[in-house]
């Protein structure tokens, strides 16, 4: 009898443990324990020798590295819902699958959203912070101390409305800030109706009429510096960003130049142009408190990043099977 040889899987981040024990038992999977992030060459040494490449946010799959991966490449099951660091159309070109996680972290990513649109007009860090370093002995209560500003009755202007966009606005409907979205398309009429959302065809005239903008679009070329200079100088001087897509969707050199000048009141950022590295000048405008800093740490649940697993999983062993993954970005 002949045992069919399993797939060489390379995962390039330590995953959960129940989602790497799982990966064992159906594959031949090549982990990475004690989760150092894999250099280029790494990268290139695996791409030459597995049969499915498990990438995450933050390995660069570029065009480059695949052109380096052998003829046995044939899936690269992305542990990300976001996957804008894996070239598709490259992997496509080569006849490489390419598959993501999406759905699973919606509504964890909902949350901090929502965690953001509250911390950074109601001080939340700040007042955080001054607490811990008082030691216990701070001054207490009075009227006039640690003001920041009302959320309810607020407008929220929600970029992109798509499961993650959407997740937001039925927590901030609940918080009684009215919603207003761009998008590529109007969402369904019924969706509309119970969010009582406003649509703007127009971006422009949505960032100058609302107080806080969320920005829930993905990263794409199309949405490079969608929230451009010219588009942050429309915004009202109340008002605050709060960014949990990706860092390049918004010119991030004139964000901190905005806040800095009072021309956006403050943001709430959990992603950065330059990931991992933060600009300096956001992380001075950090300790003014004048944003609110997270290290791309939206998704972080234990339960989504098991479901994350467990979609990887899924779609490997379907594409092994001979199926088309569920989750299949291209092509
Ligand atoms: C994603 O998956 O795109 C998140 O940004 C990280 O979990």
Redesign the pocket.
């Given at each position: 009898m002949t045992t069919k040889k399993k797939p060489l899987v390379y995962i390039t981040r330590k995953l959960p443990d129940i989602v790497e024990t799982r990966m064992r038992e159906l594959f031949d999977a090549e982990l990475n324990i004690d989760d150092t992030p894999r250099s280029r060459d790494e990268l290139i040494a695996a791409v030459k020798r597995a049969d499915v490449l498990v990438p995450?946010?933050t390995d660069r799959i570029d065009a480059g590295l695949i052109e380096e991966a052998g003829p046995q490449l044939k899936l690269i099951a992305s542990?990300?819902?976001?996957?804008d660091h894996v070239d598709v159309e490259a992997a496509a070109k080569k006849g490489i699958t390419v598959t993501?996680?999406p759905n699973v972290?919606t509504e964890d990513?909902a949350d901090m959203t929502m965690a953001l649109i509250l911390a950074v007009p109601r001080r939340l860090a700040e007042g955080a912070r001054v607490l811990t370093d008082s030691k216990g002995d701070w001054e207490g209560w009075s009227p006039t101390w640690m003001l920041g500003h009302r959320i309810w009755g607020k407008r929220l202007g929600i970029i992109g409305m798509g499961r993650i966009g959407t997740a937001v606005a039925r927590r901030a409907k609940a918080f009684g800030l009215s919603i207003h979205y761009h998008n590529r398309h109007r969402v369904n009429p019924q969706t509309e109706a119970q969010l009582e959302a406003t649509y703007w065809d127009s971006l422009d005239q949505m960032l100058a009429r609302v107080d806080i903008v969320s920005i829930n679009c993905p990263s794409t070329p199309a949405t490079y510096h969608l929230v451009s200079a010219r588009r942050l100088a429309l915004m009202q001087p109340t008002s605050y960003l709060v960014n949990t897509a990706?860092g390049g969707v918004v010119d991030e050199t004139t964000l901190i130049k905005c806040i800095r000048e009072g021309k956006i009141a403050g943001a709430g950022l959990d992603?950065f142009e330059n990931e991992p590295l933060v600009n300096p000048k956001l992380l001075k405008l950090a300790h003014e408190n004048k944003v609110v800093l997270l290290p791309?740490m939206?998704?972080?649940t234990i339960e989504?990043r098991i479901d994350?697993g467990e979609k990887v999983i899924i779609n490997i062993k379907t594409y092994i099977d001979g199926h088309r993954p569920p989750d299949r970005v291209l092509p």
């Open positions: 995450t946010v542990f990300s819902n976001g996957i993501n996680t972290l990513t990706r992603v791309h939206s998704s972080a989504s994350m």
